[in-house]
């Protein structure tokens, strides 16, 4: 086992909100000590001068896209982009072919990642057979196979009455129900934001009016069940507000916010670039705000990526039939070091939306910097300035807004279990 000592590093622990400059020695797999000035003959040794020490990022909204699209993504291939970005850890979502909604699906995605993924890999099982919205999953079994949630995420639960059954389900297991919170028949054909871009592109609106009444059922609906229910890819200022206010009723409600949805609004679609569609779609600077101003106060617990892999044929057609998503675990954090740099955010608290919240959310251990923890660390340049290339990258697919845009903010190395795993001068180390 490899013994490895990140030297003169801000530490950053966000769970004890500690912040101070000093070493971290890394044995058998755990945070051996926290202090200064630590010695260790033999230790492979990280200089961390004017860099972030932090717990690995966790991130809860990803597509690895096996088995069935291999050819987006693959367990391999997404994992290594994970600890590219600093991720130490990302659950993945069911929309699989075969869908997640088998424990032998599972299994395989979990024993995939043993043999070729450098990041942990959680499981998120679907809620609906085929993410069809109509029979429910073997849940339990499926938590026994090890699925940490359930979500047909890409697809809706348009029924309320399989909603609350699904709700009810995940309470004998305490997982949490992850919704894609979109009312399909409001959705309709919606491709863009609704609003004046849509009207100036002529393209198919998507109106925040179909999130929030999404939003506001599951709410109702966790509220008779009690169980615990986590929105993804929260996009508009009414779902912010409506889930303030159930959070404060006592609901157990979770949500998450994805880089994009805080840092681009709908006008970044205006040249029709297929890299800026995504579900939902980006909505207007308002929301942005209302998003911000939600994770700062808490209200959004998380930061995810929901990283969603396309292959470039797939992408380069009309923007009415390319497939929603964009490439984001290589990217995250550069982009949400915005919110630091504009104030919004502590450092602390940006490390814990990207990995403590996920990590309890969940119910996986992560997201701490401690003596006695196992060493899933990070280690950040916020300063580190480059320009991202998808070629240069480690996810198969290239669907990203920056590609070619210059990038604030770097993983300069990820430690997975006390190996290192990646690191910016080597890459991923195999
Ligand atoms: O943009 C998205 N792409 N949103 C989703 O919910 C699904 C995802 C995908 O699977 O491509």
């Known amino acids: 086992m490899s013994r490895i000592l990140i030297r003169n590093g801000r530490l950053l622990d966000p769970v004890s909100r500690a912040d101070q400059v000093g070493d971290v020695l890394v044995e058998e797999g755990r945070i051996a000590r926290l202090g200064s000035s630590l010695e260790a003959a033999g230790a492979e040794v990280i200089e961390a001068e004017g860099c972030w020490v932090a717990p690995g990022l966790v991130d809860m909204h990803?597509?690895?896209?096996?088995?069935?699209y291999e050819y987006k993504e693959d367990i391999a291939s997404g994992g290594r982009a994970a600890v590219a970005g600093g991720f130490s850890a990302v659950a993945c979502m069911a929309n699989t072919r075969p869908a997640n909604d088998d424990p032998s699906v599972t299994k395989f995605i979990i024993d995939q990642a043993r043999q070729n993924s450098p990041a942990r890999i959680y499981p998120i099982a679907a809620a609906t057979v085929g993410l069809g919205g109509e029979v429910m999953t073997e849940m339990a079994a499926l938590y026994e196979a090890g699925a940490v949630a359930f979500s047909d995420d890409g697809a809706t639960v348009e029924n309320a009455g399989l909603m609350r059954r699904v709700l009810e389900y995940s309470k004998m297991v305490n997982a949490p129900v992850v919704v894609h919170a979109e009312d399909a028949g409001l959705r309709g054909g919606g491709v863009v934001n609704e609003g004046a871009v849509s009207t100036r592109l002529g393209l198919p609106g998507n109106p925040c009016?179909?999130?929030?009444?999404?939003?506001?059922?599951?709410?109702?609906?966790?509220?008779?069940?009690?169980?615990?229910?986590?929105?993804?890819?929260?996009?508009?200022?009414?779902?912010?507000?409506?889930?303030?206010?159930?959070?404060?009723?006592?609901?157990?409600?979770?949500?998450?916010?994805?880089?994009?949805?805080?840092?681009?609004?709908?006008?970044?679609?205006?040249?029709?670039?297929?890299?800026?569609?995504?579900?939902?779609?980006?909505?207007?600077?308002?929301?942005?705000?209302?998003?911000?101003?939600?994770?700062?106060?808490?209200?959004?617990d998380v930061i995810a990526t929901d990283h969603a892999p396309h292959a470039s044929y797939e992408k380069d057609t009309e923007f009415v039939s390319a497939p929603p998503g964009l490439i984001g675990l290589e990217t995250a954090f550069p982009?949400?070091?915005?919110?630091?740099?504009?104030?919004?955010?502590?450092?602390?608290?940006?490390?814990?939306?990207l990995s403590t919240n996920a990590a309890r959310i969940l119910g996986r251990r992560g997201g701490q910097l401690g003596e006695g923890l196992p060493a899933d660390l990070v280690v950040l340049d916020p300063e580190h300035i480059w320009k991202y290339v998808p070629a240069e990258g480690y996810s198969k697919s290239r669907n990203s807004p920056w590609a070619g845009k210059e990038l604030v903010g770097r993983a300069v190395a990820t430690l997975v279990a006390g190996e290192v795993v990646y690191r910016l001068d080597r890459g991923v180390i195999d």
Not at 62 to 68: D, I, T, Y
Not at 281 to 292: G, H, T, V, W
């Open 335 to 353: 982009v949400v070091m915005d919110l630091v740099r504009s104030g919004e955010l502590e450092p602390l608290d940006l490390l814990r939306c």
């Open 62 to 68: 990803v597509h690895l896209r096996e088995p069935g």
């Open 209 to 300: 009016a179909a999130e929030e009444v999404r939003v506001a059922r599951d709410l109702s609906l966790a509220r008779l069940t009690g169980a615990r229910l986590h929105v993804a890819h929260v996009s508009t200022a009414a779902a912010v507000e409506l889930i303030g206010r159930a959070r404060d009723e006592g609901v157990q409600v979770t949500a998450e916010v994805t880089p994009h949805h805080l840092t681009l609004d709908d006008s970044a679609t205006q040249g029709y670039d297929t890299n800026t569609k995504v579900s939902p779609p980006l909505r207007s600077k308002a929301d942005i705000e209302a998003c911000r101003r939600g994770l700062a106060s808490g209200v959004i």
